[in-house]
């Protein structure tokens, strides 16, 4: 998962050789949202209340970065709208693993400790969001695939590569 909004030149750098390296290999394999969405409910245990975050405001904030994106929002085939799930786990049982090192987030990421990890899913789009675990974000990101849009997208597929090298996928 790449989290700096602002990269420097040599990570940019870094992610391009990545894209080079790596562009011949890859094809278009995009899952759909929903298919996300049952990929995570068969991994990991879900909730739809959290004692953390408010389920209304993960749908509002993907719904806000789904609109406030031309790349997500073209997305949206003609007729419909992006329809948020947003989910929780708690440190229990399959999702201990994210709660524990090595696949614990250092808490500088995140600016704090991480009691419960939040995930939203646009069904429509297969964008999501994952706050608290940068291993969730990339095993939902690899699962996802990529789309011949972000095939043209150096960033994106070198954060694909990345999490794919990670989880050894």
Request: proline content about 4%; hydrophobic content about 30%.
């Amino acid at each position: 998962m790449i989290t700096t909004n602002n990269p420097t030149k040599e990570q940019l750098e870094n992610w391009y050789s990545i894209y080079m390296q790596n562009l011949s290999s890859l094809s278009p394999n995009r899952r759909s949202g929903k298919d996300l969405i049952k990929y995570l409910q068969k991994h990991y245990e879900l909730n739809s209340r959290s004692d953390i975050y408010d389920p209304e405001e993960m749908k509002i904030k993907g719904l806000a970065d789904i609109s406030s994106s031309r790349y997500l929002s073209s997305c949206i085939p003609e007729g419909k709208t992006p329809v948020i799930k947003a989910f929780f786990l708690q440190n229990k049982g399959r999702n201990k693993k994210l709660f524990e090192e090595p696949l614990k987030d250092d808490e500088s990421i995140w600016g704090k400790e991480i009691k419960e990890i939040s995930v939203a899913i646009d069904e429509t789009t297969g964008y999501f969001r994952v706050e608290g675990s940068t291993y969730l974000f990339d095993d939902l990101n690899t699962e996802r695939g990529l789309s011949s849009e972000d095939l043209e997208n150096f960033v994106v597929v070198a954060e694909y590569i990345e999490g794919k090298a990670r989880l050894k996928k």
